[in-house]
């Protein structure tokens, strides 16, 4: 099992994670590595002159290593699954769509981050690069001067100068708004590692081959899922940050006008060219009548929606009615008290659900990963280990289940079947079916 990390593209790294408990439970070898993040990782002027995407070579090359190694250490060659979550489990789904990574792996498990959406990838981020240019005193791409002279430039200022321009850069996009819809835009449609959009593959449910992608989609096992309450993201990303520009206190609910003024016409302006119906239609179908309370929960809610639901349902879908490997579906409910990635106790009372990030400490092995906190329940940490005994049982044989287990039936895109992990894992149908619903019509209309 091969863990890529999360955070963003920005931060993070393999060794944060312990694996212990995980390889253990499961009799597994757990592999974890880091890889080039945030301009080191990404940073791509749409030519030869820097292409982009170095973070997913960077992981890819990883993968290679262990599939030409594993074997020394006791592992299966013949049997590679890859794993992560948010950014991790985006970084899966770009492992499982190009044709260059046939046979590199047999299994993907991604969390909360699989599948795309429409617009979501660049040719270029000619915008961004400019900027962290004219930061570092480098000639912008303006047709004046050209790219390899711009990158040649930016190449010998200090690691320190580049990170720095480059947080400078994002910052509008931060003050705005817009980070949160920019969470992959410094992965770019290259040609190579992505080739094309996938989008254009799962819209079409992987029956239409694009640029040899469907192929290698439609030949590895998946198990995906999210959290219910996975849009908390948005919370710490933008509702902190847009609260004194919007004057209300986040604490106690956030206004209509950051749904309808700012968030509906920003996803318009990101991916659908501006389209004022499909923001007037998004501000009606996530306002709450002016209670703010309800209006922060329905934010996050579109958050949620947006970022995880929608894409991965649709992946799902794809995989499923065009692949004969198995299809697995998953939705992580329970929401602990004192740890997470926002802790219940640092969160305002309407924020609910089991927050982005919350499902991993229990996937990796709750007692490894919170070593220091002494009021792990017992049902907690029979969660973790059931988790990791679903994780590990996929891996190892394209199906989750095992002896002690709740029955967990393959997704199928009538049914809509998926194990809910909470303290009782029980199956149920057609998740979030409202919002499902909402994300079909409008994809069908606009």
Request: glycine share 10%; proline share 4%.
């Amino acid at each position: 099992m091969v863990l890529i990390h999360g955070g963003g593209f920005e931060m993070g790294e393999g060794s944060v994670y312990d694996r212990t408990s995980l390889a253990l439970t499961g009799d597994v070898i757990v592999v974890s590595f880091n890889y080039c993040l945030g301009i080191f990782g990404f940073l791509s002027t749409g030519d030869s002159a820097s292409r982009g995407n170095f973070g997913l070579w960077d992981q890819r090359l990883a993968i290679q290593w262990v599939k030409d190694h594993i074997a020394e250490f006791g592992g299966n060659l013949s049997s590679i699954t890859i794993f992560g979550q948010s950014a991790g489990g985006f970084s899966v789904f770009f492992k499982s769509v190009p044709p260059l990574n046939g046979n590199l792996f047999h299994r993907a498990v991604a969390g909360s981050g699989f599948g795309s959406w429409q617009g979501e990838l660049f040719h270029d981020t000619l915008e961004i690069t400019n900027a962290v240019a004219d930061s570092v005193s480098c000639p912008s791409v303006n047709g004046v001067v050209n790219t390899s002279v711009l990158m040649n430039c930016m190449r010998n200022r200090s690691a320190a100068e580049l990170v720095f321009a480059m947080e400078g850069a994002m910052a509008p996009y931060i003050v705005s708004g817009r980070t949160i819809f920019r969470t992959l835009k410094m992965v770019v449609i290259d040609g190579e590692i992505i080739p094309a959009d996938p989008f254009d593959l799962m819209k079409n449910r992987y029956r239409i081959p694009v640029n040899g992608m469907a192929n290698q989609y439609t030949s590895i096992d998946l198990l995906t899922g999210l959290n219910d309450g996975d849009g908390s993201i948005i919370y710490y990303i933008s509702l902190l940050t847009l609260q004194d520009r919007y004057n209300y206190n986040v604490t106690e609910g956030v206004s209509t006008c950051v749904m309808c003024d700012v968030l509906s016409p920003l996803l318009s302006q990101e991916h659908f060219h501006g389209n004022i119906d499909i923001s007037q239609a998004i501000c009606l179908n996530y306002t709450s009548n002016g209670d703010k309370m309800k209006q922060g929960q329905r934010i996050t809610d579109f958050c949620r929606d947006y970022l995880f639901v929608w894409r991965t349902l649709l992946a799902l879908r794809a995989h499923e009615l065009s692949s004969n490997y198995s299809t697995y579906m998953y939705v992580f409910s329970h929401r602990p008290e004192e740890r997470g990635l926002v802790p219940s106790r640092l969160r305002p009372s309407w924020l609910s659900g089991a927050n982005h990030g919350d499902e991993v400490a229990f996937a990796l092995g709750l007692d490894d990963f919170y070593m220091n906190i002494t009021n792990i329940s017992d049902e907690e940490t029979h969660l973790s280990r059931v988790m990791m005994s679903y994780w590990s049982n996929f891996a190892k044989y394209g199906n989750p289940n095992g002896p002690g287990l709740v029955q967990w039936p393959k997704f199928d895109a009538v049914n809509g079947n998926y194990l809910n992990l909470d303290m009782n894992n029980p199956v149920d149908h057609h998740p979030f079916k409202e919002a499902d619903e909402f994300g079909l019509e409008s994809k069908q209309r606009f």
